[in-house]
């Protein structure tokens, strides 16, 4: 799980527990209870588990209040804190369906196998107002059999991300796939948390046969990483890699053309509509405008662009999007742009610093060579696997450092190429 942003509270965690200790009626107004929970999450300690589980139990109603008990409970998932399982057990009953939603998800990340939790947990599926995609995620992950058939009322349900648990956990639970091709066909879905959640699903079911699918569903491309990488890695060696590499570096690549568009226009708009479309929250909505401006505005498009460039900088999607479009329009005048971007370690933009990386292949400008060789030492591995893809497109590819590389898509990927130069 993806923990970049985690630390970007300036606290110790003497700090952080006080803090969260402070009764609410009590805090400043510069002062949150609700970071503080947050925070301790980088400190995973006995102290912080105890600082967390009294704020639990903290029960008044003020809505700051339940906020912050919310937080800690998943806070206590994300330690996987098992001494803190008797008390989240006993917030399955709360009011707040939130604090059952995130109680539930604890319960799942620390992991238990008693039948009382269990089976209260399963309970929860005949509750109203409720959040069934979690319960039955959750029961499907710590194989809870006897929830079966409570699981499978939920197939046809009318939001399509419960009904892709519910068929993925019956699936699980049966080992009868024939009905995952219904999870496959939410990859098409109209809303992006649908597509995404469907892959999350994909990686539960061990589907690997939707690795294709999973490389042209139309969401960031960092949902379509995790998943090949995680279904490849679930995969125990079963899937080799030759078989996968075409979609992994399909997917890296992030063109419009690789993926199936889930949005369409009435009519074409005008390019600042088209740059405002980058902003989009839904990715697939994003990529439609960068096609759009690749196919019908490549002229006046990079003067828009650079125009743009200090106002996309504030949003880290709308850059990635920019910067993969300057170098998609062959825009020589961006290479310090590029550059920049490249080398930019804030973690909101780790995306932009692969597609920076790619960008800079396709200008095929030389001097790029030893700004993309220093990424090679970057533990980020999609930035040293896309730096490794613009360095081979500019004749400068070396893999042989890489043939015993830690990561596995590295290693493999470099011990294809050295292999087929013998």
């Avoid at 991300?161 to 019956?170: K, L, R, W, Y």
């Avoid at 030759?242 to 199936?260: N, R, S, V, W």
């Amino acid at each position: 799980m993806d923990k970049r942003f985690f630390k970007l509270f300036n606290l110790t965690e003497d700090q952080a527990i006080a803090l969260l200790d402070t009764p609410q009626d009590q805090i400043g107004e510069e002062d949150s209870r609700y970071i503080a929970a947050s925070h301790l999450v980088n400190f995973p300690t006995e102290r912080s588990v105890q600082a967390l589980m009294r704020a639990v139990q903290q029960t008044d109603s003020a809505l700051d209040n339940r906020i912050v008990r919310r937080k800690s409970v998943e806070t206590l998932g994300w330690l996987e804190a098992p001494q803190a399982l008797p008390l989240i057990h006993t917030c399955l009953a709360d009011d707040d369906c939130y604090m059952v939603e995130n109680a539930v998800w604890a319960i799942g990340e620390i992991g238990t196998q008693d039948p009382d939790i269990l089976e209260d947990v399963a309970k929860l599926l005949d509750r109203p107002g409720q959040t069934y995609r979690v319960i039955i995620h959750t029961l499907a992950k710590l194989n809870y059999h006897p929830a079966l058939e409570r699981i499978r009322k939920f197939v046809q349900d009318a939001d399509p991300p419960t009904a892709s648990a519910a068929i993925t956990a019956v699936c699980r639970f049966t080992q009868d796939f024939s009905q995952m091709d219904k999870v496959v066909a939410m990859l098409q879905h109209p809303n992006v948390l649908a597509r995404r959640l469907s892959i999350q699903d994909l990686i539960d079911a061990h589907y690997y046969d939707a690795i294709p699918n999973i490389a042209r569903c139309p969401v960031s491309l960092v949902f379509r990483l995790r998943g090949i990488r995680m279904l490849v890695e679930g995969s125990e060696g079963a899937i080799a890699f030759p078989a996968i590499q075409p979609y992994l570096e399909q997917t890296l690549y992030d063109h419009p053309k690789d993926l199936d568009l889930v949005h369409r226009y009435d009519r074409i708009p005008d390019l600042p509509d088209l740059i405002r479309g980058l902003y989009e929250t839904d990715f697939g909505r994003c990529y439609l405008a960068v096609k759009t401006i690749l196919e019908h505005y490549a002229e006046a498009a990079p003067a828009a662009l650079f125009a743009a460039y200090e106002e996309a900088v504030q949003d880290y999607g709308a850059h990635f999007h920019v910067v993969k479009l300057l170098g998609w329009l062959k825009q020589a005048p961006a290479y310090d742009l590029l550059v920049e971007s490249l080398h930019n370690t804030q973690p909101q933009f780790q995306k932009s610093r692969a597609g920076a990386a790619i960008a800079l292949g396709e200008l095929g400008d030389p001097r790029a060579v030893p700004e993309l060789q220093s990424c090679l030492e970057t533990k980020i591995w999609d930035l040293k696997y896309a730096a490794l893809m613009s360095l081979e497109k500019l004749g400068n590819s070396t893999y042989e450092p890489f043939i015993d590389d830690t990561d596995w898509f590295i290693r493999e990927k470099a011990q294809i190429h050295t292999n087929s130069r013998l």
